[in-house]
């Protein structure tokens, strides 16, 4: 059911005049690529240099407060560039993307990381007058930092691996895993 | 030195035989390059956004650029390591692009930068060292690296 | 070597590479837009 409506949405943009124009363009296609790729050292570089603050590993004689609030500007910049692009390329390539198992996997990962960051900013807006100064800050700082990191690698990782055809919808796949990529042709043929 | 005899070497080396065979191991490896490429990327935004004054005003610089040269140092030996590997799998390709050959430049270029001059010259206080030269060595070393990630990207493309 | 040495070699560096990678890119421009040139005259 939501796999239908996600493909007839996919296709509905695959309609699209601009869709087939940025896809087909050269150019255009591998720029927007590109600066999704390099803003991340904007947003995900800034989340490494908090999350190592808040690990205890860099930045030991800054208070952790101070990091946070400084760089959080900046990440959110490369954020909102990292989502325009992302959906820039989405709607180059709706079909493929929408049936990707990677892409799938992405958006549940990043769901994931969105929820752990709003609830480590909450445990440290509450609690970090207490252990501001510390060098290495206290066990559930640190487990939310790690699962930060942890989170938005694999984000990245599964973004990455969209690149590889391996489980698109024209390979031989069990029911299971066509599902799974919403492979709703696929599905139909299987009966 | 014959360039081509070495990357003849690399392309039949033991090395190619796993990055060309295990398309996984060349995928997980590639995430890593990834990944290490954008903490390298993070950590010389922080300090070289310092030096110009735009982040982190209110922490000495000194402390940014030792703490994010610590960092640097891990991504970039990652860098190279996965670099090295995946360019095994690709290495006759890899000889005849031009931005393969930009990349290296730059990455070569970058490297005696960051250690014999950004480093050394860093290590004094930053005050006595003229604002102009600091907001100088910024703007040249993010240019160079950005060039350096760009132009890997773009070997994909061309 | 001492730091005033250092920082204009530094200097002088950072602006040849500064400069060296705005042509980088000017003439990757120009190919482009020669492409498009040829393409839609």
């Known amino acids: 059911m939501l796999n239908e409506l ?84 989405v709607y180059a390539v709706p079909v493929r993307t929408i049936n990707s198992i990677w892409f799938r996997m992405k958006m549940v990962l990043f769901v994931a990381a969105g929820i752990n960051a709003l609830l480590f900013r909450n445990k440290m ?59 709703v042709h696929e599905m139909a043929e299987f009966e | 030195m014959d360039v081509f005899a070495f990357f003849q070497w690399l392309d039949t080396s033991w090395l190619a035989s796993i990055s060309k065979a295990y398309g996984g191991v060349f995928a997980v490896v590639q995430i890593f390059h990834l990944l290490a490429m954008l903490m390298l990327g993070g950590m010389v935004l922080a300090g070289d956004l310092r030096l110009l004054g735009v982040l982190l005003k209110d922490v000495p610089s000194e402390v940014v650029i030792e703490n994010t040269q610590k960092w640097f140092n891990v991504a970039l030996v990652v860098l ?79 | 070597m001492g730091q005033a040495t250092l920082e204009k070699i530094a200097a002088g560096l950072s602006v040849a590479v500064i400069v060296a990678a705005v042509w980088f890119y000017w003439v990757q421009i120009l190919d482009v837009l020669e492409l498009l040139e040829m393409a839609y005259g």
């Open chain 1, 125 to 183: 807006k509450a609690a970090v007058d207490s252990w501001d100064n510390d060098p290495i800050p206290p066990k559930r700082m640190r487990t939310g930092a790690g699962a930060s990191l942890a989170l938005w690698s694999c984000v990245v990782a599964s973004g990455r691996l969209m690149a590889y055809d391996w489980y698109d919808c024209h390979q031989n796949m069990s029911y299971l895993m066509y599902w799974v990529a919403g492979c």
């Open chain 1, 6 to 89: 996600l493909l007839r949405f996919a296709e509905w943009m695959d309609t699209h005049a601009w869709s087939t124009a940025l896809h087909e363009s050269y150019y255009m296609y591998s720029w927007v690529e590109s600066t999704h790729v390099l803003t991340l050292a904007l947003f995900f570089g800034m989340l490494v240099v908090i999350d190592l603050r808040m690990l205890g590993w860099a930045f030991t004689s800054v208070p952790a407060s101070t990091i946070s609030r400084r760089l959080e500007t900046p990440m959110m910049i490369g954020f909102a560039i990292m989502v325009v692009s992302g959906l820039m390329l």
């Open chain 2, 80 to 158: 190279l390591l996965s670099g090295i590997f995946m360019s095994s799998a690709v290495a006759i390709k890899l000889y005849y692009n031009s931005f393969f050959w930009a990349k290296m430049a730059s990455l070569a270029f970058g490297i005696f930068f960051v250690y014999t001059i950004r480093r050394p010259l860093l290590r004094y206080d930053h005050s006595t060292i003229n604002p102009w030269t600091l907001r100088l060595i910024a703007v040249a070393s993010m240019t160079t690296w950005f060039v350096v990630a760009a132009s890997g990207r773009w070997i994909g493309f061309s």
